[in-house]
């Protein structure tokens, strides 16, 4: 079973950056894809970000060109970058990970975007 602790989570203003870490359990040389979701207030989860263990990246388009996907394997690390903050991009954010057809999630952490 795959472990996922988040961090950097937050209150930016808008037109800020934040950067958040998902840090695996075991190496993400085996995890087929990682990935960050979102909910927004009332509304449902939706991707924002994946990368695949063979280093494709898939984005969002309300994300492309602000935020970043990015691996660090000797640390079991996916971070997202997210620069340009608006207040639309307020929710709680959570990483993803697949192994094996089996799909593990993170505790999810607030990240909030004043204007």
């Known amino acids: 079973q795959v472990q996922l602790v988040e961090s950097g989570g937050g209150l930016v203003q808008a037109g800020g950056s934040l950067t958040r870490s998902c840090a695996a359990s075991?190496?993400?040389?085996?995890?087929?894809?990682m990935g960050w979701y979102r909910q927004p207030p009332g509304k449902q989860r939706e991707l924002v970000a994946s990368s695949a263990s063979g280093g494709a990246t898939n984005y969002a388009e309300f994300v492309k060109g602000r935020f970043t996907i990015s691996r660090d394997n000797a640390k079991n690390t996916v971070y997202l970058q997210m620069n340009s903050l608006e207040p639309e991009d307020t929710a709680v954010y959570y990483c993803?990970?697949?192994?094996?057809?089996?799909?593990?999630w993170g505790q999810g952490t607030q990240v909030t975007v004043s204007s």
């Open positions: 993803d990970a697949w192994k094996r057809l089996r799909r593990y």
């Open positions: 075991e190496s993400i040389f085996s995890i087929n894809f």
